[in-house]
């Protein structure tokens, strides 16, 4: 019928040649392009044997009891966590998801068994960005700022942890996070450090942004090599659309399945800019999901008109349509920074873009010796100057990988290998 | 006595799905305040629509989607999760293998009304194997010795002849669907049961009314166990078009006919 994980590599689709890589070290992760990385992430065979199933169970936390949620969301009944738990005495890894991310996106669920696998009790949490958070978890309703983004996240973890004390036994505590997760479990454990809740031992960054605005100017710029520019995704997003089809009737396939996604890949169905832009198109998709969950969260009239109440049967496409053509230029401007500014008078938006920056909370950094950071070489989140940045403030703490994109290594053995042995240390 | 069961059954899902269906009415219309212009429209975008579908009875789909949230979420993922949880692995993989094996015959009508002989005599060639070999299905050794495995159904057939998918439809219990393929979904069905009650394999034992509904209970279980998909599980405020889209283009690009090499 519906799979799930087609709807994620359909977002994407696919792109160019495996080629075989200069021999760097004994790095084995095999994709040599920074795109084709993050796209096609690490081929099954060298995703580490993990166990097909884990004892776990879900948590549905109610945040804010008091909160009444709008009639669209009726599905939303409390904040999502997977908790999956051992029987004896272990230390609990709580895991933040990247942007987008739920509590049971694959990457999360493959840490999850990684760690489980290795004797660790694991708490997986959505992202911030994620509408089930907006809409449940986030007091604001309006992601994007780690400060805040931090103080949700620490009550979510708070939550988490009364729900499940009874039925474990914790000897320490961990954190981590991928993407923007990785920068949010920075400001987290800063903010640990003054609750002293959970007193977190460990904390693993994996490939974080430097700076979230920096970042997503990157991710801007893959889309406006589409023709015509960004606001002509919908054009875009057809004409790569009929390719992929065309590309099937073509050959002689027996279904829309992995082996066909892989031959895209091989045939160099899709150029580089191309390939570019679907990854900046996939991105858009899921920002205007964030644009709209917040928008219907705080009623600000944004996409929606202010005070309409959407029933669960009533078309969205409309809404879909003007969301995912908005960039997220649009959203900090228009929404974002407004909303801060009105918080705090006088504030810049180049104050307002530092504070959404490793670089404010440096010191804290640079000092503390429970961090851990891996990233790649050719992540196109972070600039060379922000990559060298990265490099001088961990230290020995840092581990740089010479490929894998954005987070496309993530789950190959070596890697998952590396975060396990991190937090036993 | 299971005929009454059944009709209490059906009565429960019609009010259940009836209640929905108004419950949707009344929560509109509610917030009293004035409403003020978005700051962002459609109009001002001059660009093509994309992941379009033929949906003309959005409204009713959409309350079906929520109907088989509600049934997943108290009836089948409970069902499914006690299933796993007591049925070892290796046996849930064999049930899975003999399901799919029974599916073969399905497969195999459909690639011959499609007139595909090589891919009839491939599918034909995985039924006697895995029959054989694979004890009753109960394995797969077909796959390993190259037999590739082609999913076929009558909506494909209908899709292969040239007929277009129709409308978007979301079908209680099954999902989603589209009038081509809910058409084909009935007459797999009604071919599936004629070949059944004309071998009717457990006549014999005078008793086969219970056996058989639960060789079909078992199937349910089974098919959910294999899918992964949950409703909104996704928690995108979108999935609705995201599934719609990928299920449309998904049945489109693998019921048409291949295009000639150039």
Known sequence: MVYLKLMFIAACFILSPLQSHAADGDYGYPIPGSYEATIIGTPAALIPPLPAYIRTRQLELDIFPDRKKPPIFFHDQGLL????????????VFLIGGTGAGN?????????????QAGFHVITLPSPTHSNFIVSASQSGIPGDLTEDAVDLYRVMEAAWNE???????????????????TQAAFVAKLDEERRLFNFRKVLMINPSVSLYNSVTRIEELLQQIPGGAKKQGIFFNRMLSKFSEFYRYGNFVAVNENFLYTIY?????????????IGLSYRIGLGGMIFSSDVMTNSGYVVPKNRVLSPTDSLFDYFLVSTHLSFYDYFNEYFYPHFLKQRPGLTKQALIDSESLRSIESYLKTSAKFGMMTNENDFILTKEELDYLKQLFGERARIYPRGGHLGNLEYKDNLAYMVDFFKK | MMIVIRCHVIRICLALMLSLSLAGCATTGVNSQAEV??????????????????DPWEGFNRNMYRFNFYVDRYLFIPVVNSYEFVTPVFLQERISAFYNNLGEVKNLTNS??????????????????????????????????????????????????????????VLPFFGPSSVRDTGGLVVDTGITYGIYSAID???????????????????????????SFRYY??????????VRFLYHEKRDIESGRPLPAD
């Open chain 1, 164 to 182: 499940v004390k009874g039925d474990i036994e914790v000897s320490d505590f961990h954190l981590g996070g991928y993407s923007m997760g990785a």
């Open chain 1, 81 to 92: 966590c997977t908790f999956a738990y051992q029987k004896q005495k272990a230390p609990l």
């Open chain 1, 104 to 116: 049971q996106t694959p990457r999360l669920l493959t840490m999850t068994k990684a760690l489980y």
């Open chain 1, 266 to 278: 091989t045939e160099k169905l899709f150029s580089r800019p191309e390939t570019a832009g679907l």
């Open chain 2, 37 to 54: 212009p978005a700051m962002h429209s459609i109009n001002e975008f001059r660009d093509q629509n994309f992941a379009e579908v033929s």
């Open chain 2, 233 to 242: 599980e996704s928690g995108y405020p979108f999935e609705y078009y995201m």
């Open chain 2, 201 to 227: 394999p457990f006549g014999f034992t005078g008793n086969s009314f219970p056996i058989d509904a639960s060789i079909t209970t078992l199937n349910f279980v089974d098919t959910r166990h294999n899918q």
């Open chain 2, 112 to 169: 011959l009304f499609q007139l595909k002989g090589i891919e009839s005599m491939t599918t034909l060639g995985r039924f006697v194997t895995n029959s054989t070999v694979g004890i009753g299905g109960l394995f797969d050794p077909a796959t390993s010795f190259g037999l590739e495995r082609h999913n076929e159904d009558f909506g494909k057939t209908l899709g292969y002849w040239g007929a277009g998918s129709g409308p978007y439809l």
